[in-house]
């Protein structure tokens, strides 16, 4: 979890949904969405905070180019209600939507991450989840059960920490 440390003090310069098609989900809590950063001193680098794969727990950041194939926030929830009922006749394959200019990621962008927090249970050493925190915001990165679902104080409002309040108390710990 040391990596996540040097996130502390970025600025935001762009913003990105990346997203894992729905095809076929019920819910929209279903859909695997984690968010791209992309800061000012590495220009052409997507840093996406996310699920690791192997374990669907842990967090994790990787790291990727800047996409070249961008779909632009307005088709975000048409396309996901055409994979949901498996209308979308695009090919199957990770979806990128630049929303650095959409109002809903305003308190975002052009900001600093002022802490890092891992979300946990407590008497377990392993965090599942992690919340990246702005001045006026946060982003929550958790776990479903086909990846990673994200949510802000203005998007995608899915309370997915209920899930993990069922397993037992839930525990925050700074990264410092």
């Not at 762009?14 to 019920?26: A, Q």
């Not at 209600?81 to 498996?86: I, T």
């Amino acid at each position: 979890m040391e990596i996540f440390k040097e996130l502390r003090n970025q600025e935001v310069e762009k913003l990105f949904l990346v997203v894992w098609p729905p095809l076929g989900e019920e819910k929209e809590l279903d859909i695997d969405i984690s968010f791209g950063f992309v800061f000012p001193q590495n220009p052409d680098r997507l840093c996406v905070i996310t699920t690791d794969k192997e374990d669907m727990w842990t967090p994790c950041l990787r790291f990727e180019g800047i996409p070249t194939k961008v779909h632009s926030w307005s088709s975000f929830a048409s396309r996901m209600n055409a994979w949901m009922k498996s209308e979308c006749e695009s090919d199957l394959e990770t979806e990128y939507y630049e929303v650095t200019d959409v109002q809903e990621f305003s308190n975002i962008i052009a900001s600093k991450i002022q802490s890092i927090e891992f979300v946990g249970l407590e008497n377990n050493p392993e965090p599942f989840g992690v919340k990246v925190v702005f001045d006026n915001d946060y982003i929550l990165s958790t776990p479903i059960s086909d990846g990673n679902t994200v949510e802000t104080s203005q998007f995608n409002k899915n309370d997915n920490l209920l899930n993990f309040e069922r397993m037992g108390t839930l525990e925050i710990k700074s990264s410092d």
